[in-house]
Nanobody, 128 residues
Framework: QVQLVESGGGLVQAGGSLRLSCAAS?????????????MGWFRQAPGKEREFVSA????????YYADSVKGRFTISRDNAKNTMYLQMNSLKPEDTAIYYC????????????????WGQGTQVTVSS
């Protein structure tokens, strides 16, 4: 199973920016490597269910965003480095959550069930 490690979280004031990284190692089912997997970001705020944030296709040509982050967040990936990124700008207090990266090969991009491998999460806190 592919291993995923998030980094880059922290405390930032409203209006600020953070860039999250997700480093992948190992292989997914059927020996699939990072460059062949769809990748996604999800987040879970205190007392709320985990929700979709953004996703990117294996080659990076297709990206998907939740309406709440569209225009503020940008997802990208560097397959040569086995790393995915989430650039978060104009952060709001409601973006406060634990952010998880995920990898999958289902061909779908926005549901938790579409991803089979998950990282441990990184905390993002946005103060007002």
């Amino acid at each position: 199973q592919v291993q995923l490690v998030e980094s880059g979280g922290g405390l930032v004031q409203a209006g600020g920016s953070l860039r999250l990284s997700c480093a992948a190692s190992g292989r997914a089912g059927f020996g699939r490597t990072f460059s062949t997997l769809a990748m996604g970001w999800f987040r879970q705020a205190p007392g709320k269910e985990r929700e979709f944030v953004s996703a990117i296709s294996w080659g990076g040509a297709n990206t998907y965003y939740a309406d709440s982050v569209k225009g503020r967040f940008t997802i990208s990936r560097d397959n040569a480095k086995n790393t995915m990124y989430l650039q978060m700008n104009s952060l709001k207090p409601e973006d406060t959550a634990i952010y998880y990266c995920a990898a999958g090969s289902s061909g779908r991009y926005t549901g938790q069930a579409d991803f089979g491998s998950w990282g441990q999460g990184t905390q993002v806190t946005v103060s007002s």
